[in-house]
């Protein structure tokens, strides 16, 4: 079996000038991930919440506008850490299947090459760091996905905490726990560069948030989700980062695990609203809680921000702001569940509060996902499509830029390990395939048309294949209203997937459904006579077990 040390390798010289200074030392990583933040909700990317430092980020760095997850948290963060589809690993929750014996975490690669690796929040995979898997040094693991205003289960270095008492908000301990290995890095182990793993929960339900956060949004949302979403799309086609049309409100899409209607309707009241519907259509009574919900969701974006910038201040005192590359990204579009999880709903607690339960719903995730269509869990772009910033003060030449280039969250592991000094020489152990991913580290010089000759997506019945400009999509069985054969839409010029082209090129249908069937089948086949790893199933086995 190849080892660690034989997979990475030396790269040798510097790729170009623009690179040269970052090559003297290897640069810090710093990965941040929000959790159900639709495309356009950052300032940046047209939205009208307020993300100073995460604008900050992209001033200074570039933009991609067409990057991709997999439209889910698990599979997404398995893909960021492994650079592998979902599909060959099976180390997050909702993949069927064992985890194979090639399956490796990013920290696992790094250390090797001198790195120290950390780790702060939502985790959502098989096994646990600091358990024995991943490779973290240090690991704060929020395992309760259903309470931000505490945790039943979070750890520290795979230990059990207490949980905590009054005051504890989940973004903040993010945050506080990030600062705190980073100042022991400083203090213990200056002379390694650090990798960091920022996971925040945000702004996934349950809509938790400050009151003073939610106070500043109070009346930020009154005219609706119809006009917010107009404005965004003005925004984005302004800055140049769409080139599409607005997708319109899709009534009879809505996800299949929800609570039923007249349940979810007697828990939570007369103002909520289960369809992506005209704002016009809704009741005074409708429209004020709905506004109130997008606050929430505002608030507890812009809380993330606040608690970035904290971090970020923390890596400026310790000198290493300008040899630090910041990747920002969120695990899949905003998300149209409406779910009652946790402790349940309380109709008289304040919208927002620990006793509240609320999910943003369709109206508002079709807001956040503007101008694309659908949202998390389908493989349309309102689920794939992700913000990517890439932020290296040292490393990039050229600021406030746009990068067109196709990518990937399997895309990161190689990207970061070719600016860790490192280069793949060989499959990582023998047997193994090579990684889905590709480096995007030629892309940070100049927008580059593909690094890939394919984009692989499946989930839930959804599936996907982008070939170039083109992307064949199909949505499950179990949505509502949906339509189960294939469509193909330009992406060139229809990225908002208005325009079903299937019917005019039909061969073209025939090889990519083709060729996403051969995939599909290829990737479960290697998973599964892939020898399983012992330490991996030890690890898992005190894992999560729901998604």
């Known amino acids: 079996m190849t080892t660690r040390r034989e997979f990475l390798g030396s790269i040798g010289a510097a790729a170009g000038a623009w690179r040269a200074a970052a090559q003297a030392r290897k640069p810090n990583v710093v990965v941040i991930l929000a959790d159900d933040m639709g495309f356009s909700d950052a300032g940046c990317y047209g ?33 960021l850490l492994t650079g592998y589809y979902a599909q060959q690993t099976a180390s997050d929750v909702m993949t069927p299947g064992r985890i194979p014996d090639y399956t490796w975490f990013l920290p696992e690669y790094l250390r090797p090459l001198g790195y120290r690796s950390y780790h702060s929040g939502k985790w959502h995979l098989k096994l646990i760091p600091g358990a024995g898997g991943a490779g973290f040094d240090r690991s704060y693991t929020q395992l309760d996905e259903f309470r931000y205003f505490t945790q039943n289960r979070h750890q520290l270095d795979g230990e059990p905490l207490p949980k905590p008492g009054d005051g504890y908000y989940g973004t903040i301990a993010i945050a506080d726990y990030s600062i705190r290995f980073l100042r022991d890095h400083a203090q213990n182990h200056a ?47 302004a800055a140049g980062l769409i080139h599409c049309g607005l997708a319109p409100l899709e009534r009879n899409m809505w996800t299949r695990w929800n609570t039923p209607d007249q349940e979810l309707f007697a828990k939570i009241g007369p103002g909520e609203v289960t369809r992506a519907v005209p704002w016009a259509s809704l009741t005074a009574e409708q429209k004020d809680f709905q506004r109130t919900k997008m606050a929430i969701h505002a608030a507890m974006t812009t809380r993330m921000d606040i608690e970035i910038g904290r971090v970020l201040k923390q890596i400026e005192q310790m000198g290493a702001a300008r040899d630090t590359v910041v990747l920002f990204l969120s695990d899949n579009g905003a998300s149209s569940e409406q779910i009652i999880r946790g402790d349940g709903h309380d109709p008289a607690a304040p919208p927002g509060s620990a006793r509240s339960h609320l999910c943003l719903g369709p109206g508002w995730a079709a807001a956040s996902n503007a101008p694309f ?71 940070f010089e100049k927008d580059i048309a593909a690094v890939h000759d394919f984009l692989y997506f499946s989930h839930y019945g959804h599936r996907a294949l982008r070939m170039g400009d083109w992307k064949l999509v199909s949505t499950g069985t179990g949505f509502g209203d949906v339509f189960r054969d294939w469509e193909l839409y330009d992406m060139a010029r229809d990225r908002s997937e208005q325009v079903n082209l299937a019917g005019v090129h039909p061969d073209l249908v025939s ?37």
């Open 511 to 547: 090889r990519m459904e083709a060729r996403w069937t051969a995939l599909d089948q290829e990737f479960i086949r290697r998973r599964e006579n892939a020898p399983p790893s012992t330490q991996r199933l030890l690890a898992a086995a005190a894992g999560p077990k729901s998604g």
């Open 47 to 79: 939205g009208e919440i307020e993300t100073p430092n995460i604008d900050r980020l992209a001033a200074s760095g570039i933009r991609f506008t067409q990057a991709y997850s997999t439209a889910r948290c698990g599979p997404s963060r398995s893909a």
């Open 191 to 237: 002379g390694k560069p650090f990798f960091l793993y920022l996971a925040f929960h945000a702004p996934h339900f349950p809509l938790h948030a400050l009151a003073d956060d939610i106070a500043h949004y109070k009346d930020k949302f009154a005219e609706g989700w119809d006009v917010i979403r107009q404005r965004r799309w003005e925004r984005m086609r």
């Open 373 to 443: 269509r659908l949202y998390k869990s389908w493989v349309h772009e309102g689920g794939i499509a992700s913000p990517l910033i890439v932020h290296w003060p040292n490393g990039l030449a050229q600021p406030n830029a746009l990068r067109h280039t196709p990518c990937h969250f399997v895309d990161i592991v190689p990207t970061v390990l070719e600016l860790a000094g490192a280069r793949i020489q060989a499959a990582p152990v023998e047997g193994a395939p090579g990684f889905d991913g590709r480096s995007l580290v030629p892309a």
